[in-house]
């Protein structure tokens, strides 16, 4: 049964950097693109980054570029999301995904990315 599980996420000052990881685990996604979405409190789940296998593809939403960026290793089939100059506006659950967009099928349970100001 293929699994997606995030880890990274914590509490941070703002203008503050994390680094969050998504290993996957039961198959491969080799044909997949991987990324991360976010969700406020009170906000709709939104997209923040996506890679696909090569790595030469990767895309993000606009008030996130230059800040985040997308990284996969398929060795370790693990997919990252440094994050730096964070923002209070960037506080969500970040969920690591997989699938071929605009489907992203695969899921995780979620990290919790808490900024103070």
């Known amino acids: 049964q293929a699994q997606l599980v995030e880890s990274g996420g914590g509490l941070v000052q703002a203008g503050g950097s994390l680094r969050l990881s998504c290993a996957a685990s039961?198959?491969?996604?080799?044909?997949?693109?991987m990324g991360w979405f976010r969700q406020a409190p009170g906000k709709e789940r939104e997209f923040v980054a996506g890679i696909n296998w090569s790595g030469n593809t990767i895309y993000y939403q606009n008030s996130v570029k230059g800040r985040f960026t997308i990284s996969r290793d398929n060795a370790k089939n693990t997919v990252y999301l440094q994050m730096n100059s964070l923002k209070p506006e960037d506080t969500a659950v970040y969920y690591c995904?997989?699938?071929?967009?605009?489907?992203?099928?695969?899921w995780g349970q979620g990290t919790q990315v808490t900024v103070s100001s």
């Open positions: 039961g198959r491969t996604f080799s044909r997949n693109h």
């Open positions: 995904v997989a699938g071929v967009p605009p489907d992203f099928n695969f």
